[in-house]
């Protein structure tokens, strides 16, 4: 079955460094979606994502976060000067259509840690 | 906005045993829809199930029921026949019906089985 895949599975960066976190997608969806989920906490929608542009975006998603399709199968967030409360896991979804309830397909997410 | 609330934030049953998970969410809007993931260990979120708001029948998965409640805003998660490979986090999540917003998630439920 296909599945969205995440890389790298742990990342650690200094605290003001700029990091990108990837996903590729499953192949025939269209919508793109990041969330986070700080320890202890729940999962938090970030943006989405389709025909090369934000959908939607949380109040989370500020300036400091950016994303892009560079290619026809990856999907990125990156995250600019980078603080310590960043450090969460990242997962990247993705689904066929947005609407009418289609469910959304989870990478295993990505863990940032932010020394 | 929505909010998803899961009151219980680890439960525990013995193998075989029926357990069920509380949801309540609150939203203003008709249109949605509900989700129930699991996240097992290896942390990949896997779809359970999902409600459409405008059904009133309940959705069955296999051993997977839910009891959707409408007017109340509850969306319990019923398992039968609990099975080792059940423990898990389990995730009730709110989608409105239209657009690419994201996904509205409750705290999590740690479930364990019990041999």
């Known amino acids: 079955e296909p599945e969205v895949t995440q890389t790298p599975s742990h990342q650690v960066t200094q605290m003001g460094q700029e990091v990108i976190l990837r996903c590729v997608p499953i192949?025939?969806?269209?919508?793109f979606y990041w969330y986070r989920q700080i320890l202890g906490q729940k999962v938090e929608f970030l943006v989405s994502?389709?025909?090369?542009?934000?959908?939607?975006k949380s109040e989370i998603f500020d300036d400091q976060f950016s994303v892009e399709r560079p290619d026809g199968s990856n999907f990125t967030l990156k995250i600019r000067s980078t603080k310590l409360e960043d450090s969460a896991m990242y997962f990247c979804?993705?689904?066929?259509?947005?609407?009418?309830?289609?469910?959304?397909?989870f990478g295993d997410g990505t863990r940032l840690s932010i020394l | 906005a929505q909010t998803v609330t899961q009151s219980q934030p680890e439960m525990s049953v013995q193998e075989a045993e029926t357990v069920t998970l509380s949801c309540t969410y609150d939203?203003?809007?008709?249109?949605?829809?509900l989700f129930w993931y699991k996240q097992p260990p290896s942390r990949q979120m896997i779809l359970v199930i999902r409600?459409?708001?405008?059904?009133?029948q309940n959705a069955t998965e296999n051993r997977f029921s839910v009891n959707f409640q409408k007017a109340a805003k509850s969306f319990s998660l019923k398992i039968s026949d609990s099975q080792l490979g059940d423990t898990a986090m389990y995730f009730c999540?709110?989608?409105?019906?239209?657009?690419?917003?994201?996904?509205?998630f409750g705290k999590g439920t740690h479930l364990i089985i019990q041999p």
């Open positions: 939203t203003s809007e008709n249109n949605y829809y």
């Open positions: 979804a993705s689904s066929e259509i947005a609407t009418g309830g289609q469910p959304q397909h």
């Open positions: 994502f389709y025909n090369n542009e934000i959908s939607e």
């Open positions: 409600q459409e708001a405008y059904k009133q």
């Open positions: 192949s025939n969806h269209l919508y």
């Open positions: 999540a709110f989608k409105s019906g239209g657009g690419a917003d994201g996904l509205t």
